[in-house]
C-alpha cells in the first residue's frame, strides 16, 4: 500500500471516533447554528453557479443541491448518532452522486446517453446495497 492512501484511512478513521465524540456533545444551539451554515453555504454554491450556461449549469445546481442534502444528513447523524443516521447518510451521498451523474449524461446523445444513465443508476444500486448490507452487518 502507498503512504497518502494508508495516510487516507487513518484520517478518516479518527474523524469517524471524533465526529461520534462530537454527537454526544452538539448542543440544540450548535446543531442550528451548522444548520444555518449550511444553507449559507448552499446559497453561495447556487450563487456561483450563475457564471455557468446549458447544462453545466444544471450539474453546477445538482451538485449544490447534493452537497446541502448530504451535509444536512450528516448533521442529523451527528446530532442524533444511529446506526440509522449512517446509512441515511451513505444513503444521501449515493443519491447525490447519482443526480449529478445523470446529469452529466444530458451532455450526451443516443446509445451513450442511455449507457450512461444505466451505470449511474447500477452506481447508485450497488452504494444502496451496500449501505443496506452496512446497516446489517453493524447491528450484530
Known amino acids: ?27 440544540k444551539n450548535e446543531y442550528k447554528a451548522a444548520e444555518k451554515n449550511i444553507k ?17 449549469k444544471d450539474i453546477c445546481m445538482t451538485e449544490a443541491k447534493g452537497k446541502e442534502k448530504v451535509a444536512k444528513t450528516e448533521l442529523e447523524a451527528r446530532y442524533k448518532p444511529s446506526k440509522k443516521a449512517s446509512y441515511e447518510v451513505s444513503v444521501a451521498k449515493a443519491e447525490a452522486d447519482y443526480s449529478v451523474a445523470k446529469e452529466k449524461c444530458d451532455d450526451k446523445a443516443g446509445n451513450d446517453k442511455d449507457v450512461c444513465v444505466k451505470e449511474a443508476k447500477a452506481a447508485l444500486a450497488g452504494a444502496k446495497s451496500d449501505a443496506k448490507a452496512q446497516l446489517k452487518t453493524s447491528k450484530q
Open 1 to 27: 500500500m502507498n503512504k497518502p492512501y494508508i495516510t487516507a484511512i487513518l484520517a478518516v478513521t479518527s474523524l469517524a471516533f471524533s465526529a461520534g465524540a462530537m454527537a454526544q456533545n452538539m448542543s
Open 40 to 56: 449559507t453555504e448552499y446559497k453561495s454554491a447556487k450563487a456561483s453557479c450563475g457564471s455557468f450556461a446549458d447544462n453545466a
